[in-house]
């Protein structure tokens, strides 16, 4: 039997309409328990209206190795960036 | 009914959740992982809280001016009217779960029936109650059905505290004489009407988590009328303490 109990990674939703955002991690026995625990270490407060969890391992992360071709573009293209358009004023996020 | 008797009814819920509050906050920073522990800690908060308004509710009917804290901090152990079964020791966790299972059933129903109160501080207090204690029942509901059906260790450790605290069960409904003045008036209710359900639901969920059901006929009581386990007196002491030695302090 394992002793330790794997961990999980928390994502809550706090309104509807909004996306799930990652809230943090924690230990439980499986994902029911993970639900449970998620309430009590992060939603007792109104945070939120629904919560995921997922077991930490099935996350694949990129390699930090990796780091310069992810994320590290050439500067010198700026068309790749569409900021040259005039936004009518009405259009509030974008 | 008189004022009197209003405010000796209402210890006798409020008090259950004072001591249980009292003995889960003694948990607190050692349960048995940290996502626990803040679980513990959490049903001791709601228990606290909702202790504070049943005795808010009671200093406002005192004419001796009495405030929350000389209710909760102040009285002797013989006026405490908690039932024996919330202040048996944080013993292990098997007994800290089977405990907060026995009373949180009962808690729940009677929270609902007092919800139908001719007075309406209790409805609202009730009312407001309930969800929290909702999430209790679930919570120690799950673990022993966890620990009762989980390994050869946990099931007996289950099963001996289940065998243990049964005897402190048929407490819960006892009833004084001046308890049931309040309850002839509506005010209060009486815990009779659910005590088949209540048995029934914990019978039942003990035979899911495979533990077997006690067969005792001989029950525990006392503290309802004021006569206390030996665990009592430590419990004051600490809880009281520093309102004891530091009157009418204020963080």
Redesign the interface.
């Known amino acids: 039997?394992k002793k330790d109990?794997p961990l999980w990674e928390v994502f809550v939703r706090s309104k509807k309409g909004l996306e799930h955002r990652h809230f943090g991690s924690?230990?439980?026995?499986d994902a029911?328990?993970a639900i449970?625990?998620a309430?009590?270490?992060y939603t007792?407060r109104k945070e939120g209206v629904s919560i995921w969890v997922v077991e930490s391992k099935n996350i694949k992360a990129s390699n930090p190795d990796d780091n310069a071709e992810m994320f590290d573009p050439a500067d010198d293209k700026a068309y790749r960036h569409p900021t040259f358009y005039d936004l009518p004023d009405d259009v509030e996020h974008m | 009914m008189t004022t009197k008797n209003l405010a000796h009814y209402i210890y006798g819920i409020a008090d259950n959740a004072l001591i249980l509050g009292q003995r889960l906050s003694e948990l607190c920073g050692h349960g048995p992982t940290l996502e626990t522990d803040i679980a513990l800690t959490n049903m001791a908060l709601d228990l606290l809280g909702q202790t504070r308004s049943y005795y808010q509710y009671i200093a406002n009917l005192s004419t001796e001016n009495l405030t929350e804290d000389d209710v909760a901090f102040l009285r002797k152990e013989r006026e405490y009217r908690n039932v024996l079964l919330v202040e048996q020791p944080n013993t292990d966790f098997a007994y800290i779960i089977v405990r907060q299972y026995f009373f949180d059933v009962f808690h729940f129903m009677q929270l609902q029936l007092l919800q139908q109160s001719k007075d309406v501080n209790l409805t609202a207090i009730a009312h407001k109650s309930i969800k929290e204690v909702g999430y209790h029942k679930q919570f120690s509901g799950d673990w022993v059905k966890r620990l009762g059906d989980g390994t050869a260790e946990s099931h007996e450790k289950v099963q001996q505290a289940v065998t243990d605290l049964w005897a402190f069960t048929e407490e819960l409904f006892y009833l004084s004489g001046q308890d049931k003045l309040v309850i002839e008036t509506g005010h209060g209710i009486n815990p009779e009407q659910f005590k088949e359900k209540y048995y029934q639901t914990i019978s039942q969920l003990l035979k899911e988590s495979t533990l077997e059901v006690p067969e005792a006929k001989y029950f525990q009581k006392g503290g309802k009328d004021g006569i206390h386990s030996e665990h009592m007196g430590y419990i004051l002491a600490e809880m009281q303490f520093m309102q004891r030695a530091y009157p009418d302090m204020k963080w």
């Open positions: 039997m109990w924690l230990h439980a026995p029911e328990m449970k625990n309430r009590d270490v007792r």
